[in-house]
């Protein structure tokens, strides 16, 4: 049974930094891709980041350059730093873990920025 717990998410000032932690159980963290999704209110749920088991990553235009995702197979847990925060990165974030055709996510953790 695979379980995501997120953690890190909480109230900035745009410009600031905050990184998202998501802690899985089960066997299966070191052969999945992982993946941030984010959804903000009233909007449908994106894809921030994404990466591999192999350490490929990928991102949404909107947080190229600013937001960078990391895996630690040891300790099973994904990241995702956020540089240079905007009013509009303001969301729920989702951890999600995909193994084969299965879809795996956590509760969310929220991040408002704000002044």
């Known amino acids: 049974q695979v379980q995501l717990v997120e953690s890190g998410g909480g109230l900035v000032q745009p410009g600031g930094s905050l990184t998202l932690s998501c802690a899985a159980s089960?066997?299966?963290?070191?052969?999945?891709?992982m993946a941030w999704y984010r959804q903000a209110p009233g909007k449908q749920r994106e894809l921030v980041a994404t990466?591999?088991?192999?350490?490929?990553?990928n991102y949404a235009d909107s947080v190229k350059g600013r937001f960078t995702i990391s895996r630690d197979d040891a300790k099973k847990t994904v990241y995702l730093q956020m540089n240079s925060l905007k009013p509009e990165d303001t969301a729920d974030y989702y951890c999600?873990?995909?193994?084969?055709?299965?879809?795996?996510w956590g509760q969310g953790t929220q991040v408002t920025v704000s002044s």
């Open positions: 089960g066997q299966l963290f070191s052969s999945s891709a």
């Open positions: 999600n873990q995909r193994w084969r055709r299965l879809d795996y």
């Open positions: 990466i591999t088991s192999a350490r490929t990553t």
